[in-house]
Nanobody, 125 residues
Framework: QVQVAESGGDLVHTGGSLNISCTVS????????MAWFRQAQGKEREGVAG??????????DSVKGRFTISQDRAMGLVPTVDLQMNSLKPEDTAMYYC????????????????WGQGTHVTVSS
């Protein structure tokens, strides 16, 4: 059974930094893509950053240069993916979801089969 679990959401001030983490248990294939999506209140969910097994990454234009996605897929350990968020803005306030799937590099939701429950990030002005 695949389980995706996020953690680390918090309240931060504008300009601050926050790291959120995700563990994906039950998947051990190197070709699994992992990504972070977010959904702000009243808006559609959008892709934020993604990473595939060979380390290639993709970012939404709105977070390029501020957010960094990283992964740890060490043999024998549960894969994890972190999102380091710097220079946070009030418009980054959202529920952040971690997702895993076999759709390759990209931020289209259809490429991700497994989703977590989300962790909330609030950026105060």
């Amino acid at each position: 059974q695949v389980q995706v679990a996020e953690s680390g959401g918090d309240l931060v001030h504008t300009g601050g930094s926050l790291n959120i983490s995700c563990t994906v248990s039950g998947l051990t294939f190197d070709d699994v893509a992992m990504a972070w999506f977010r959904q702000a209140q009243g808006k559609e969910r959008e892709g934020v950053a993604g990473i595939v097994g060979d380390g290639r990454t993709i970012y939404a234009d709105s977070v390029k240069g501020r957010f960094t996605i990283s992964q740890d897929r060490a043999m024998g350990l549960v894969p994890t993916v972190d999102l380091q968020m710097n220079s946070l803005k009030p418009e980054d306030t959202a529920m952040y979801y971690c997702a895993a799937g076999f759709g390759g590099a990209g931020l289209a939701e259809r490429g991700f089969k497994y989703w977590g429950q989300g962790t909330h990030v609030t950026v105060s002005s």
